[in-house]
């Protein structure tokens, strides 16, 4: 419609300037404007006796327009445009070949649709004024003969616009480049078209139009846009994996989630997909099973006439380690706690819980030590002895106790190594046994109030909180109601110890209820590298005491507590990637963080990784210092082919070895194709936008030859464009006299 009236595209009058090409000075044009206005003016007052009030204005103002109109066409106004010659330069057309493009409505795919765009008028048009180069593009992109089947590739199992684009832009240096055409649905799924990568595109100053293929909005999809699992777990604990389900919100139905490991279902979950929420979050909990290697899948099941099922699962890789976690808990006197505590753990071969207890002055009781040796002396005086511990427990045993020394090295313990803290009340424990004016207060979640009175022996109730509610810790029950009702049915405890305010980044999990007051009984906070807990009691062996000899509830919140502690825990070695699934992206960037037995940034190690696929030879990699990060070795390697992988990471300091790690991810193939099935316009119009092209739909592209001939790139010459026969201008000066004629036969002097 816009070319109707003005003859040409919006695009030449955006990249053209206004000229007049008659000949004539623009100041006589002005004078006699003026000179027209002037005389129809006292022509109209000469009349005003047959029109009254402001009527003799309105003609008045009619008849200067039309003749002003009559006198611009007179000095034949034009558009001087830079435009491409004919013949003369190259315009690329880049075809979306990859796998989404076989999807379609109607009876025909995405391709089928967009090369009947193409074939005939408009490939025709093309090849008129410009030498026109096919290419197909998937992962890559290549030359085509024609756009006739046998022509045509095999679909591809990824989308790389941006690489492809800008291939084809670097190839064409030595060229004509007069315009580019892309024609896809916008599913660039490497997730690799960045900013780096668009402002290389716009470098280059070559106009890019893109078409859009396929429907932006997909019916009755429900897609698992994403899976956020921990990438290692302890052996037999619980893990929470958080999905985000995309669907269309048109209405109230369900889905069933479905978490896997091979054949062997770990857990199922049915779930309500809310209406007007088409991206929501969901979580699913499992065991971590056996030590060893979890391929899991999560899927959703499909809804009754699903297009697109291929989006209802994720696979991700859990790695369930063999080594021990050690906790040293250290307690002042004789108690209960310990005992129950120590049963909950004494079937977990993942945690090591070795034990130090004071008997009297000087003299301790071990358990679970390794060696006759450990802690002979009593609590570990060297940062390298306590730093071998992932947790340390200090239950009821008074601050004064640790020199000035071993407090400072409990709080490294937690900043600097990583180390969790947890802290048991008791007669002699936190405020009451002087820890609020420890070295140690700092980590804590808590202040302390300090001096008596702290430690009260009194039967409470204990109830969940918010954030409680969501912890694995207290996690009694996968039904977020029947957890909640364990709980309640929890027996009361005997004693709890008053805390103070609560630092900013603490959580509580617990609480206990005294009268109308909610206390904090588990709190934690993050404190540098590890974190800090609170549990403000010290009779919690009375649940095991007071339920029924079967009832496992008080052991399974130990063992989760305790798990809690050491999970996150890292070594001197830290080996991580980017992500554990690489779906249809080779390259592997590899990082590891490497720290002496101190835990201080080791920056002069040799650090190498072995990569060993899952068939094939295994590979030795170099890792090198980060210019960034002390203690930080970085490395890439690529996983050509579909598969798991195990990465090893060893590194030494000289003759002394510093530590191992290992990590597992997988490569797969055709998979990111059948993520966001849906055109991505935002994406095309954003490549045009910001390269001087246009986004066109298929029922617009006749006039898209026409468009690219206004280009700067490639070879250009200048032009003049006529405008004064634009229809627009006729119309005008139709609409201008008419309306005159109209409001004069409405006035009756016509």
Known sequence: MFEFFFKYPLTAFGKGRFVFAGGWPLWLLLVLVAAAGAGLWWHARRSSSRLQGRRPAAVWALQWAAVALALLMLWQPGLAVQSLKNRQNVVAVLLDTSRSMALGAGGRSRLQQAVAALQGPVLDELEKKFRVRLYAFAGYADRLESLADEHLPAPGTSSRIGESLANILRESTAVPLGAVLVVSDGADNTGRFDRKLMAEIRRRKVPVHTVGVGREEIPNDIELADVVVAAKALPNSRVSAQLTIRHDGSGE???????????????????????????????????????????????????????????????????????????????????????????AVAGDASIQLVGLLRTSTNKYYRQGVDTAEDLEQGFPEEPEELFAYDALMIGSFEAAFFTPKQQETIKRFVSRRGGSLMMIAGPNGLGQGGWNASEVADVLPAALPGGEGSFVREKVAVELTAQGRESLICRLASDPEENAGLWSEMPRLADYQRLGALKPAAVTLLNVRVGPQALPLLVRQNYGRGRAVIFATGGSWRWKMNLPSDDDRHHTYWRQLLRSLVADTQGTVLLSSDRTIYADEPRVHLRAEVRTKTYEAAN????????????????????????????????????????????????????????????????????????????????????????????????????????IRFSEAGIASREILDLWDMPAFFFLLFLLRGGEWLLRRKWGVV
């Open 604 to 707: 002069n190690a040799i650090v190498t990784a072995v990569v060993t696929p899952e068939s094939g030879e295994a590979a030795t990699l170099d890792m090198h210092p980060s210019p960034n990060e002390a203690g930080v070795y970085e490395a890439e390697f690529t996983a050509a082919a579909a598969g798991a992988y195990r990465v090893e990471t060893t590194a030494r300091l000289g003759e002394q070895r510093l530590g191992a790690d290992t990590l597992h991810l997988r490569r797969e193939d055709g998979v990111a194709e059948d993520f966001h099935p849906e055109q991505n316009r935002e994406l095309l119009a954003r490549l045009a936008e910001q390269t001087g092209g246009r986004y066109w739909s298929l029922d617009e592209l006749a006039g898209l030859p026409a468009e």
């Open 253 to 343: 139905r369900t889905t069933r989630i479905s978490v896997k490991d091979g054949p062997a279902v770990l857990a199922t979950k049915e779930v309500a997909l809310r209406p007007n929420e088409p991206i929501q979050g969901e979580w699913i909990d499992f065991s971590a099973g056996d030590p060893g290697i979890r391929n899991l899948s999560f899927s959703l099941e499909p809804a009754p006439d699903e297009e697109v099922t291929g989006n209802n699962s994720r696979r991700r890789v859990i790695d369930v380690p063999r080594r021990r976690r050690r906790i040293l808990y250290v307690e002042g006197e004789p108690r209960w706690e310990y005992k129950f505590m120590r049963r």
